[in-house]
T-cell receptor
Framework: NAGVMQNPRHLVRRRGQEARLRCSPM?????VYWYRQLPEEGLKFMVY????????ESGMPKERFSAEFPKEGPSILRIQQVVRGDSAAYFC?????????????FGQGTRLTVV | QQQVKQSPQSLIVQKGGIPIINCAYE??????FPWYQQFPGKGPALLIA?????SEKKEGRFTISFNKSAKQFSLHIMDSQPGDSATYFC??????????FGTGTSLTVIP
């Protein structure tokens, strides 16, 4: 049973380019969460999605950032016109459901570097 | 506004010591409190979790103590080892919502 898969593991983009980060949740998981982690900082919530729906995007910047979790395929976090301040580790987590003892499991992250 | 407050920011203990990491929350609707361990360059890994109807949970050398009335919970690591050196995050959530994380505690266990 593969865990949460994120790719690429490392991504380098020039300022102004687009970055696409992918997250394949664990088998049977229909809930996906994206978090951003800056060096020496904690995990900052960005967006919470269920299949084909955005549940909570309160942590995601209104401009340049978007996320989707289609019926088929991985969840995508898209950052348009990247700037140096977007450099961070982006982690995806998935869970089976939202109630009870709902464990969330993280992927290994995508480390984005904007040059 | 930080939904979950975590302390200390960093902690250094000798091998065999018992580091204690504390977290506090305000939202009484939270119903699940996990702890994650993160090594450099890796994603956070679920370590242990507790629900508010339980005051203590043990898994191996890791123990969560939960004080519902004080809205506080803590992680204790018994007989700590150098391999436990990592960053630890507490978190809280309520059903149907996101996970709120503490700011993390960097633990160093000295041989």
């Amino acid at each position: 049973n593969a865990g949460v898969m994120q790719n690429p593991r490392h991504l380098v983009r020039r300022r102004g380019q687009e970055a696409r980060l992918r997250c394949s949740p664990m088998k049977g998981h229909s809930h996906v969460y994206w978090y951003r982690q800056l060096p020496e900082e904690g995990l900052k919530f960005m967006v919470y999605l269920q299949k084909e729906n955005i549940i909570d995007e309160s942590g995601m910047p209104k401009e340049r950032f978007s996320a989707e979790f289609p019926k088929e395929g991985p969840s995508i976090l898209r950052i348009q016109q990247v700037v140096r301040g977007d450099s961070a580790a982006y982690f995806c987590a998935s869970s089976r459901r939202t109630g009870g003892d709902t464990e969330a499991f993280f992927g290994q992250g995508t480390r984005l570097t904007v040059v | 506004q930080q939904q979950v407050k975590q302390s200390p920011q960093s902690l250094i203990v000798q091998k065999g010591g018992i580091p204690i990491i504390n977290c506090a929350y305000e939202n009484t609707a939270f119903d699940y409190f996990p702890w994650y361990q993160q090594f450099p360059g890796k994603g956070p890994a679920l370590l242990i979790a507790i629900r508010p109807d339980v005051s203590e949970k043990k898994e191996g050398r890791f123990t969560i103590s939960f004080n519902k009335s004080a809205k506080q919970f803590s992680l204790h690591i018994m007989d700590s080892q150098p391999g436990d050196s990592a960053t630890y995050f507490c978190a809280a959530r309520r059903a149907g919502n996101q996970f709120y994380f503490g700011t993390g505690t960097s633990l160093t266990v000295i041989p």
